[in-house]
């Protein structure tokens, strides 16, 4: 049920050994995943790695061919705890998710499995979703690293790299008894490239071997005295270990250039684009070769003390290029740099931003000023970087912004239109949203959301709120969550929380079909068979199993009409308790992509099928846009009136209709002006029915003919002229 | 550096769901198939969800043994190609200096597609896409705009195919065009419209057609005054406008007149007439022509108010059933059908009740809660079945009785009390102000609570003329108000500008 299918792309999992595998960087990972004979795989979907898992779940007969175990987890947590199978048997596992967000929610489980070790590879796979594109907070997911102890890999961003980076990846984590994360940036996830397959590998040792013949070892379990031992085994062991296996394996890359006397410490991430910057300035060439000796850094921790101090011993001056706050690399090599006594000069953030993207550009500025204070010879004769000055300041000022927002026919649009007419009714409350499609709510038209605390996290964090009750407050709180925060842990954290704690406030839980903003991937509370899954597990029967008492589903969200209604009176009912209120409507961008070309099929075969579609009469539209403030939909959009006397553009639905009928039920709720209509067309009609419609149209017909005629007596303009 | 292959940067701007990635496939396809290297990227995110989408392409030429490095996102300065699939996404391809003067070939759409912040503003809140283009003039190498999207859209196909057409006939990439359309053909679907749009645009891009912005002027002109009106009923009213008002403001007068006409009857035609000759003033000479446009308009408006029986009157004629087919795709003999959305409030209905009915069911509050819970719900309308018709045909017809309805009575005291103040005004030697007090009509419009609020601005308004009257800058003054009032719903601009001119 995922957004998308992956058919072509799984068939691209079977290609035999030495076959050009092209696609993107996550489809890579994915391949190499199966090459590296791995047992079991889980994770939780989110950009910019949901493809991982869409192509997983689209690709279990190859999976049960190869005996490769996979599931959607419920949450990232879910997903860190299930690579315990990896810590006392010798199976290969990897997991995925969004990071640092999803890093944040498996930490506990990662902590764990870090301190007692693993015996089997266990690879993490985080997506990066860091700098433009992203839509989390800006944090890095090196700390993670850090504090627990586990490698992180951060591969160039070049697909037979990233590859490698799976292979190594197990390698050293088995070799070094550690978790070992895999980092990828969104751009290098979306990165269309290439590169030779090999053969994919059964699991040498499988999950059924464990079953049968299970094992324990008490020093791998978290409980004293053991977790005082690891961690003296992290330092004494693994560390030294990862270390040796690093330099024997060659993981990073130290490349001589001409310019010995500089130097470039880069993450490999960072790799193309500080290549690129060089070449701008005349120090490399297209192929990677740079006049400026660089130390590749493939594992972005731990660094290796020896290969530092051989990079750096000679060196006059040293540039650390490494994203995000804080400065962990510079700290770092200063720390390895006076340890040994080396006087290198070291740069950083002194001449890079401390936060966000390094663009092409940025870089470009940093190694300039780099360059003429340590080689102002390679300036000597100018390099002229063409760096327009952007037009930002001519041009900004025409442009309007344009923020993601809700699609055509969203199902939660109607649930922000009937709150926003319930404020102009019952005043503003606070209102704390979640994850999910449902956060577009805080932009225009509807700016309605306060704060968004995490996954699932919508409904607890209004906690504080149920003060309320004791303080005799005169409104209630309103929490959002979709269906996806509501199984991630809402159930728990936020609804049965608030059933304990006898909270006033009330609860809306978005429920459209599936994980609708991850790319449409099922959960429990799914419509849909999935034959893999167990689902049409009610989110009513949830709530009403941990205690909520006042529960009320609307299982149309466009009757905007009931939608306001059960607000309403959720909001000023005395009855005690959590108010819960389900909205249900499935996700549109997902249902028209699978009914749209199911319509147009059934048209062709010659089946009777209705299509409908919404329109506006322009010349009673008052060109006021009030719908469009109650609605922000993209297809109801303006046109000029057409009417000299009438000179604001009115309202105009575009052919991206999907007749959800929303700006209707808001033109009827909110009383705002009769220009909308419905128009429908029968495809393949019954004989009646035709017969029916030509006698109607003979009817309106006449009807119109004998009233034209009485208008033409007041015409002023021909008919020509109209 | 000397001796480098061929190597080319393209960058993509488009909106979520408008197919850019199936664009960005294509030209991967293309360069792969010419055994060239191609890397592309993409900073999707959330914006699949209809906001703003970049991706990145870079092509080199074959390099056998060798492979090039390449950048992940473009840079400002390096950028061959510059697609963008919306014209406000062009400009901000600029503003991001992605389009430079020495280098880029800019190949944009010229089509709108709204932001939502655009939409909401109650007056007309559109950008500039005529200073848009200006700017992207300049600022490229060379520029191929056309409307991409409707031309996509008359094959039958997507912006994405018109798009990679354009691309083709720019010759902003060293392949022929036979290697474009089998791309296309590989794609395998819907490939026959794909190739007509791709083809179309490649020919518009290879001939190198200025393009000037498909935008329609908002403010449509008036229709030229017919020397011989339609019904011959009219024909006197045509001849006074001639005879008595000056020429600048004919075809305005004929646009007022049909409407009122068409709205009333001959003898509202009269009425408007009546009512728009004292605004010509000889004395003021061609200045005072300004004036009687202004009053030709805005009378207009204001006597051909919006109210269940126009609307009822529009909803029925056979020039709309016309255009709704046409929405729908439909042929005159097509099984089709229309839902009417009405909800008509207790104003509505007493509005057009004979003034006494109305008043007294208004001294009943009984009555009245009765009446309103009656109405408390919106009503379908089935406007293409006869029954439907005739029931909309039912209120229209009560246009006979307009005059003596509720709801008429008050719309003539407001429109006098407006008109008696602009005589007022222009008595006084305020010709400036005066023409902004009409203007200031344009407020008043819609229905139940659009209506409220507007007439309440409008009440703002005039109240505000009144405090400007004697000042130089009266008529600026109050055309800004005007503008303010026209920003936002909640009126913060308004209050704002009420402030700045200290008249609060």
Known sequence: MAERSFAREVQQLKVPAGTTFRGEGILAVTKALLEAGVGYVTGYQGSPISHLMDVLADAQPILNELGVYFEPAASEAAAAAALSASVNYPVRGAVTWKSTVGTNVASDALANLASGGVTGGALIIVGEDYGEGSSIMQERTHAFAMKSQMWLLDPKPHLPSI?????????????????????????????????????????????????????????????????????????????????????????????????????????????NNTLRALRRLGQADLFG????????????????????????????????????????????????????????????????PMGGDYTVATITQALRRFLETHHPAAFATPVPVSMPAPRAAEVARLLPPRPPGLCVGCPERPIFSAMTLLERELGAHHVSADIGCHLFSIMPPFGIGATTMGYGLGASSASAFAAGAQLGASKKAIAIMGDGGFWHNGLTSGIANAVFNRHDNLFVIVDNNYSAATGGQDIPSSRADNANRSTKHPIEAAVRGVGVDWVRTITRTYDVTAMRSALHEALTTKSPGPKVVIAQSECMLNRQRREKPATAKAIGSGERVVKERFGVDAAVCSGDHACMRLSGCPSLTLAPSGDPLKPDPVARVDEHCVACGHCGEIADEAVLCPSFYKVHKVHNPTPFERWRAGLRARLLGWLHAREDQARDRRALYGPEAN | MTGEPKHLCIAVMALGGQGGGVLVDWIVDLAEHAGWTAQATSVAGVAQRTGATIYYLELVEPTPGRVPVMALMPVPGDVDVLIAAELMEAGRAVERGLVTPDRTVLIASGHRTYAVQEKIVPGNGLADGAAVVDVLRSAARRLVIADMQSLAVTHGSVISASLFGALAGSGALPFERPAFEAVIERS???????????????DLAASRQRFEPAEPALQAEPRPLPAQASSPALQALVDRIRAEFPAPAWDWLGEGLARVVDWQDTAYGTEYLDRVAPFHRPDLGADGHGLTIEAARWIAVAMSYDDVIRVADLKTRASRRARILGEIGARADDVIGAEEYFHPRLAEVMGVLPRHWADRI???????????????????????????HLQLRLVAGLRRWRRGNRRHAEEQAHLEAWLRFAQEVLHDGEAALAVEILRSRRLIKGYSDTHARGSGRFDHLMRAARGLRGRADAGAALASLREAALKDAEGRALADRLKALSLV
């Open chain 1, 289 to 352: 070769t740079s006049r400026v000796p660089l130390y590749i850094l493939n594992v972005a921790y731990p660094l290796v003390d020896a290969e530092v101090v051989r990079f750096c011993t000679g060196k006059r001056a040293v540039l650390v290029i490494e994203e995000g706050q804080p400065d962990y690399h510079e700290q770092h090599l200063h720390s390895i740099l006076r340890r040994h006594g080396l006087d290198t000069r070291l740069h950083g953030k002194d001449l890079l």
């Open chain 2, 188 to 202: 395998g679907v819907g490939v026959t419209a794909s190739l007509a749009a791709m083809r179309e645009a490649a």
């Open chain 1, 163 to 271: 590859v490698k980076a799976v292979h190594d990846g197990f390698a050293l984590s088995e070799a070094t008894n550690t978790p070992v994360m895999l980092e990828l940036r969104i751009r290098s996830c979306h990165l269309h490239g290439s590169f030779v397959t090999r053969e994919n590998r059964r699991p040498q040792f499988t999950l059924k071997d464990a079953l049968e013949h299970p094992r324990r070892d008490l020093s791998r379990i978290v409980l004293p005295p053991a977790s005082f031992l690891h961690e003296k085994e992290k330092a004494e062991k693994r560390w030294p270990a990862a270390q040796r296996f690093i330099v024997e394996h060659g993981l990073n890359e130290i490349r001589e250039g001409e310019l010995d006397h500089l130097g470039i410490v880069m993450l490999g991430g960072m790799t």
């Open chain 2, 362 to 388: 208004g001294r009943s509050a009984l009555l009245e809660s009765w009446l309103s819970a009656r109405l408390a719900r919106g009503r379908r309308i089935a406007s293409q079945t006869v029954r439907g």
